[in-house]
């Protein structure tokens, strides 16, 4: 492995960036001429580093609305001969994962590369499943650059890979690369003039009976000859060591860092694999050759260590295991490997950490100040406790993934896009006289949440949708959603698909909204309550002039501590006197909304603002 | 090789002061690398920058920084001060803002302590380090009528952490780092 040069040649560039960076320039120099992607951390900027370049880098953008499109558009691309990238985190392969099962027997043109961001230790996701298994499932490459100047180098390098195979090349980047910056050096390259078209081609894409064993096979003997081709294997420390380490990814520089300052470098022999499917096993059996023991070193469920104990099953002589001392779940840490070399080489570990005793609890955020989602899910509570004390019925609240499931984590649950239209319905379905809700984001309706709502209406399910509109994609850095580029009628597509009320709510009166809630639950059919208020980091020019000139005032005077603006609403401006027990608002952090205004039954919280009618 | 933390909230400009940092390490001729951590933080949330620094050209560096080899911390916040310390060594210097940000926990849930009843300023005082009490987000206030400004004023820390003594450089790299920093900042803040 090369630490990024800092004395970059006349064509080369060396620039500071982080993983994402690294992606959409290697994307450019390498000549791509089409993108899909849906945003997701921890690759959630890569497009809009490619759209920021677009004049210079001259490609076209799909920003398709989930990840089963955007992989069969980069497909299409392809096969026109276009190179091709298909940006995605790793929960999305899911999605796309139905048509990438038959990208490897159709033959693409133009090489396609498919970037996932991976998330070992959940730090930007709600899980952290091990995506490596979708590379045998699809048959397609895998590439695992080890940091920043690989990532940039490996994802010019997978384009090329691709056409030579004909194959799309996957390229996964875990989050602690994707987020870390440091130097990369760019390579200046002509970028070539192609012309794109479709040529007719029935034999690789009317894949059906026994063509489709045809195709299939043809995939499997082009994986298995770029196998044997490939070799992107690098071996370090000392060859003649009898105890061996294989590491792939972000933990290969970790575990180097950790021998090197245990200094092991004499006693260890290190391989890393950054092409760990297919894996070329030729390199990995003259490692073993001397070896008495050999430990795979990396995150997740053990691929590396699956794949190598396949490969080389019967062909070596010594002790290879991984996952036997390193957990499946998280991150590899330092600790961990440190305690591991020291356990094998009998070392005594000297640490210089003090022994501190403190409490420090954990601060995962919460909803912004002014953010529409603190004052619905305040309405929602308010609507479900009215029922609960009326007739005794537990409300349930579905919850989707995006801004509207951070803290204070008020739905039931938070698993995967559309978990909240999608598993409410079930529980609708089978408790109709429950009242049960879902919640999601104008995002996941388009992603697939529009379909499951369709779905109930045709199963003529009793479902109350509360919808929240705020025209981003907020989480992942507020790409345009389709209610934002003001080309929906969400109203009329709504009532089109049978949707039986479409009602639009502010959310900063939200003791109305919990009326409308309520009653809205009682309806028969699908309802959709549409709750229209922008994202508080993408303020309205209204949203401006209030910051400008409202003021609010908490009297204490009139407060009668019922603590519905502290407690229930949970505003992180309106702050608690520990000594005194009085509530104040901080003028620094409120975004002017009002929303406590509302909630407030002694009419403490005084207001000045010219417009303000109440 | 030196390795700062440079902690906050959402909101507080970490990211960008990383980045300028990294800027000045790379000016002064350091291999420098570093890693953002926000997770899905909008606002209020931790967000921290591990910054790695090496006067070496070719070196292995991990992406995180082991225990016990933190070289300096410099915290927009008392709490963020405290959620790094055992990272840090006996002689780690520690930089921390004295202005508290709300830490923002579920207030309907029961069984915890309460956050007010915990000082992360009172905390700090009894470990055995020494801490630098600042005042980034008044002196911003003072000196650029704005507190967002309170990263530039850790920023200077943060070069002192790592030994790097140019500050008019990194007064014009700060200039051309963050967009409206220069309607703030006075030639010579």
Same mark, same amino acid.
């Given at each position: 492995?090369?630490?990024?040069?800092?004395?970059?040649?006349?064509?080369?560039?060396?620039?500071?960036?982080?993983?994402?960076?690294?992606?959409?320039?290697?994307?450019?120099?390498?000549?791509?001429?089409?993108?899909?992607?849906?945003?997701?951390?921890?690759?959630?900027?890569?497009?809009?580093?490619?759209?920021?370049?677009?004049?210079?880098?001259?490609?076209?953008?799909?920003?398709?609305?989930?990840?089963?499109?955007?992989?069969?558009?980069?497909?299409?691309?392809?096969?026109?001969?276009?190179?091709?990238?298909?940006?995605?985190?790793?929960?999305?392969?899911?999605?796309?994962?139905?048509?990438?099962?038959?990208?490897?027997?159709?033959?693409?043109?133009?090489?396609?590369?498919?970037?996932?961001?991976?998330?070992?230790?959940?730090?930007?996701?709600?899980?952290?499943?091990?995506?490596?298994?979708?590379?045998?499932?699809?048959?397609?490459?895998?590439?695992?650059?080890?940091?920043?100047?690989?990532?940039?180098?490996?994802?010019?390098?997978?384009?090329?890979?691709?056409?030579?195979?004909?194959?799309?090349?996957?390229?996964?980047?875990?989050?602690?690369?994707?987020?870390?910056?440091?130097?990369?050096?760019?390579?200046?390259?002509?970028?070539?003039?192609?012309?794109?078209?479709?040529?007719?081609?029935?034999?690789?894409?009317?894949?059906?009976?026994?063509?489709?064993?045809?195709?299939?096979?043809?995939?499997?003997?082009?994986?298995?000859?770029?196998?044997?081709?490939?070799?992107?294997?690098?071996?370090?420390?000392?060859?003649?060591?009898?105890?061996?380490?294989?590491?792939?990814?972000?933990?290969?520089?970790?575990?180097?860092?950790?021998?090197?300052?245990?200094?092991?470098?004499?006693?260890?022999?290190?391989?890393?694999?950054?092409?760990?499917?297919?894996?070329?096993?030729?390199?990995?059996?003259?490692?073993?050759?001397?070896?008495?023991?050999?430990?795979?070193?990396?995150?997740?469920?053990?691929?590396?260590?699956?794949?190598?104990?396949?490969?080389?099953?019967?062909?070596?002589?010594?002790?290879?295991?991984?996952?036997?001392?390193?957990?499946?779940?998280?991150?590899?840490?330092?600790?961990?490997?440190?305690?591991?070399?020291?356990?094998?080489?009998?070392?005594?570990?000297?640490?210089?950490?003090?022994?501190?005793?403190?409490?420090?609890?954990?601060?995962?955020?919460?909803?912004?100040?002014?953010?529409?989602?603190?004052?619905?899910?305040?309405?929602?509570?308010?609507?479900?406790?009215?029922?609960?004390?009326?007739?005794?019925?537990?409300?349930?609240?579905?919850?989707?993934?995006?801004?509207?499931?951070?803290?204070?984590?008020?739905?039931?649950?938070?698993?995967?896009?559309?978990?909240?239209?999608?598993?409410?319905?079930?529980?609708?379905?089978?408790?109709?006289?429950?009242?049960?809700?879902?919640?999601?984001?104008?995002?996941?309706?388009?992603?697939?949440?529009?379909?499951?709502?369709?779905?109930?209406?045709?199963?003529?399910?009793?479902?109350?949708?509360?919808?929240?509109?705020?025209?981003?994609?907020?989480?992942?850095?507020?790409?345009?959603?389709?209610?934002?580029?003001?080309?929906?009628?969400?109203?009329?597509?709504?009532?089109?698909?049978?949707?039986?009320?479409?009602?639009?709510?502010?959310?900063?009166?939200?003791?109305?909204?919990?009326?409308?809630?309520?009653?809205?639950?009682?309806?028969?059919?699908?309802?959709?309550?549409?709750?229209?208020?922008?994202?508080?980091?993408?303020?309205?020019?209204?949203?401006?002039?209030?910051?400008?000139?409202?003021?609010?005032?908490?009297?204490?005077?009139?407060?009668?501590?019922?603590?519905?603006?502290?407690?229930?609403?949970?505003?992180?401006?309106?702050?608690?006197?520990?000594?005194?027990?009085?509530?104040?608002?901080?003028?620094?952090?409120?975004?002017?909304?009002?929303?406590?205004?509302?909630?407030?039954?002694?009419?403490?919280?005084?207001?000045?603002?010219?417009?303000?009618?109440? | 090789?030196?390795?700062?933390?440079?902690?906050?909230?959402?909101?507080?400009?970490?990211?960008?002061?990383?980045?300028?940092?990294?800027?000045?390490?790379?000016?002064?001729?350091?291999?420098?690398?570093?890693?953002?951590?926000?997770?899905?933080?909008?606002?209020?949330?931790?967000?921290?920058?591990?910054?790695?620094?090496?006067?070496?050209?070719?070196?292995?560096?991990?992406?995180?920084? $082991?225990?016990?080899? &933190?070289?300096? =911390?410099?915290?927009?916040?008392? *709490?963020?001060?405290? !959620?790094? +310390?055992? #990272?840090?060594?006996?002689?780690?210097?520690?930089?921390?803002?004295?202005?508290?940000?709300?830490?923002?926990?579920?207030?309907?849930?029961?069984?915890?302590?309460?956050?007010?009843?915990?000082? $992360?300023?009172?905390? &700090?005082?009894? =470990?055995?380090?020494?801490?630098? *009490?600042?005042?980034? !987000?008044? +002196?911003? #206030?003072?000196?650029?009528?704005?507190?967002?400004?309170?990263?530039?004023?850790?920023?200077?820390?943060?070069?002192?952490?790592?030994?790097?003594?140019?500050?008019?450089?990194?007064?014009?790299?700060?200039?051309?780092?963050?967009?409206?920093?220069?309607?703030?900042?006075?030639?010579?803040?």
């Amino acid at each position: 492995m090369q630490p990024a040069d800092l004395t970059a040649t006349s064509d080369q560039l060396a620039m500071f960036g982080d993983g994402n960076d690294a992606i959409a320039w290697a994307a450019q120099d390498a000549g791509v001429d089409y993108v899909s992607h849906y945003p997701g951390s921890p690759v959630n900027r890569v497009v809009d580093v490619l759209q920021a370049g677009i004049e210079k880098h001259g490609c076209l953008i799909n920003h398709a609305l989930n990840e089963h499109i955007a992989a069969l558009s980069v497909m299409g691309a392809s096969l026109c001969g276009a190179r091709s990238l298909l940006v995605m985190k790793h929960v999305g392969l899911n999605i796309a994962a139905d048509p990438l099962n038959y990208a490897g027997q159709i033959k693409i043109k133009g090489g396609l590369v498919i970037v996932v961001g991976t998330d070992p230790g959940a730090r930007s996701s709600t899980g952290e499943e091990d995506v490596h298994w979708y590379a045998p499932q699809f048959n397609f490459p895998l590439l695992e650059p080890v940091d920043l100047s690989h990532l940039y180098q490996g994802v010019v390098r997978a384009f090329e890979l691709s056409e030579q195979v004909q194959l799309p090349v996957l390229v996964f980047t875990p989050g602690r690369l994707a987020y870390q910056s440091g130097l990369i050096t760019r390579q200046a390259a002509e970028r070539p003039s192609r012309r794109f078209n479709f040529h007719k081609d029935q034999q690789n894409l009317i894949n059906v009976g026994a063509r489709a064993v045809r195709n299939h096979r043809h995939h499997i003997e082009r994986l298995r000859q770029f196998q044997q081709q490939n070799d992107t294997s690098t071996m370090h420390y000392n060859a003649d060591a009898s105890y061996g380490i294989v590491t792939r990814g972000a933990s290969h520089t970790i575990c180097r860092e950790v021998i090197e300052s245990l200094g092991l470098e004499s006693r260890v022999h290190l391989l890393n694999y950054e092409l760990t499917h297919p894996l070329n096993i030729d390199p990995f059996l003259d490692f073993a050759a001397n070896k008495s023991e050999i430990v795979v070193v990396e995150d997740q469920d053990g691929f590396l260590e699956t794949m190598l104990k396949r490969e080389a099953f019967g062909r070596v002589n010594c002790r290879l295991e991984g996952k036997r001392h390193f957990p499946p779940w998280g991150e590899i840490s330092d600790k961990q490997l440190r305690e591991f070399f020291a356990d094998h080489f009998d070392l005594q570990l000297s640490s210089n950490s003090l022994p501190l005793e403190f409490v420090c609890p954990e601060r995962p955020g919460s909803f912004c100040e002014g953010c529409p989602h603190r004052p619905s899910f305040y309405a929602i509570d308010k609507a479900l406790e009215e029922i609960a004390r009326e007739s005794g019925s537990v409300g349930v609240i579905g919850g989707d993934i995006g801004c509207s499931s951070l803290p204070p984590h008020r739905t039931d649950w938070l698993l995967c896009m559309n978990a909240g239209v999608g598993m409410a319905q079930g529980m609708a379905h089978l408790l109709p006289e429950q009242p049960i809700l879902s919640t999601g984001g104008e995002g996941s309706l388009f992603h697939g949440g529009l379909t499951s709502l369709q779905s109930a209406v045709e199963n003529g399910i009793k479902l109350t949708h509360i919808l929240f509109d705020n025209q981003a994609i907020a989480m992942t850095g507020h790409q345009p959603s389709p209610t934002a580029q003001g080309r929906v009628d969400l109203r009329s597509l709504l009532l089109g698909i049978g949707v039986s009320d479409v009602l639009e709510v502010n959310p900063f009166a939200p003791t109305a909204m919990a009326t409308l809630i309520k009653q809205t639950l009682g309806k028969q059919g699908v309802k959709v309550i549409h709750v229209q208020g922008r994202c508080a980091l993408q303020p309205t020019e209204e949203a401006l002039r209030r910051l400008k000139e409202r003021r609010l005032e908490l009297n204490n005077a009139l407060c009668g501590e019922c603590r519905e603006c502290y407690q229930a609403l949970q505003c992180p401006a309106i702050g608690l006197n520990a000594d005194s027990g009085e509530l104040h608002i901080d003028m620094n952090r409120c975004r002017r909304c009002a929303a406590c205004l509302d909630v407030c039954p002694n009419d403490a919280i005084e207001v000045t603002d010219p417009l303000y009618h109440g | 090789m030196a390795n700062l933390i440079i902690a906050g909230i959402g909101g507080q400009g970490i990211n960008r002061l990383a980045r300028v940092i990294a800027e000045c390490c790379r000016d002064a001729g350091l291999q420098c690398q570093y890693t953002v951590h926000k997770g899905g933080a909008q606002t209020l949330g931790s967000v921290y920058a591990e910054i790695r620094t090496n006067r070496l050209k070719r070196s292995t560096l991990g992406p995180g920084i $082991p225990a016990g080899s &933190l070289d300096g =911390l410099v915290a927009l916040d008392p *709490w963020e001060a405290l !959620r790094h +310390l055992p #990272l840090a060594h006996r002689a780690t210097p520690v930089w921390v803002e004295s202005e508290t940000q709300p830490l923002f926990r579920d207030r309907t849930a029961t069984g915890q302590l309460p956050i007010e009843a915990l000082s $992360p300023v009172d905390q &700090l005082n009894s =470990l055995p380090i020494p801490i630098h *009490w600042k005042g980034y !987000r008044k +002196l911003a #206030l003072k000196r650029t009528g704005d507190v967002r400004m309170a990263n530039y004023f850790a920023g200077l820390d943060s070069l002192s952490a790592l030994n790097l003594s140019d500050r008019p450089r990194y007064h014009e790299i700060f200039y051309q780092e963050i967009a409206g920093a220069a309607a703030l900042l006075p030639e010579t803040a």
